[in-house]
Nanobody, 125 residues
């Protein structure tokens, strides 16, 4: 069993930055892929970014150039550096992991086996 714990959320003004962390426990080694998703009130959970075991990265178009996903395999932690934040980035951010299998459909919620509890990010205008 794997547990994912997100941290780093909070309230920030537009144009500011936050760094989210997703710490994995319960296993050693790196996951096949780890992703970040977000969900705003009344909306579906949306893909934000993902990183594969060999550090290939994927981004949703609206965050390209502003967000950076990275991983520290020694610490078992994946980070999401968020710069130039906008009010529309406000949401609960979730990390998700898939431990085995091919790297495919990383932008879909169905691809992932494990999810964290989420961390709130609020961007004020």
């Amino acid at each position: 069993q794997v547990q994912l714990v997100e941290s780093g959320g909070g309230l920030v003004q537009a144009g500011g930055s936050l760094r989210l962390s997703c710490a994995a426990s319960g296993r050693t080694g790196s996951s096949t892929a780890t992703g970040w998703f977000r969900q705003a009130p009344g909306k579906e959970r949306q893909f934000v970014a993902a990183i594969s075991w060999n550090t290939i990265t994927y981004y949703e178009d609206s965050v390209k150039g502003r967000f950076t996903i990275s991983r520290d395999n020694v610490k078992g932690t994946v980070y999401l550096q968020m710069n130039s934040l906008k009010p529309e980035d406000t949401a609960v951010y979730y990390c998700a992991a898939r431990l085995t299998g091919p790297i495919a459909r990383v932008t879909t919620t169905r691809y992932y086996d494990y999810w964290g509890q989420g961390t709130q990010v609020t961007v004020s205008s």
